[in-house]
C-alpha cells in the first residue's frame, strides 16, 4: 500500500525537492556539501526507519536547508561587510 495515499503525504522526494530548490540555489557552489544527495539519503533513512524515522529525517533535512540559507545569508553579510570596509578606507 503506498503510504502516501494512507497518510496523505506527498512524497518525500518531491517535498525536499520542491523546498530544497531555494536554499540550494543560495548555497555556494563551493560548498562542499551536495544539498540534493544529502536530501536523498535523508530520504533513504527515513524510509528504513518507520513513522518515528521518517519525522527524523525530514527534520534534520530541514535543519540543513536552514543552514545552507544561513551560511548564503553570512556570505552575502561578509561581502557586504568587505564592501563598506573598502569605501571607509578609501575615504579616509
Not at 518515528?52 to 557586504?80: F, H, N, P, T
Request: charged share 30%.
Amino acid at each position: 500500500m503506498n503510504e502516501g495515499l494512507l497518510f496523505g503525504r506527498v512524497p518525500i522526494t518531491e517535498r525536499y525537492y520542491l523546498s530544497s530548490k531555494s536554499a540550494e540555489e543560495e548555497m555556494n557552489s563551493d560548498s562542499p556539501i551536495d544539498l540534493e544527495i544529502a536530501l536523498r539519503k535523508f530520504h533513504e533513512l527515513a524510509l528504513e526507519d518507520g513513522d518515528l524515522g521518517y519525522a527524523y529525517w525530514y527534520e534534520v533535512g530541514q535543519l540543513l536547508k536552514r543552514a545552507a540559507g544561513m551560511q548564503a545569508q553570512i556570505d552575502a553579510l561578509s561581502k557586504e561587510l568587505e564592501q563598506c570596509r573598502s569605501r571607509l578606507s578609501k575615504a579616509d
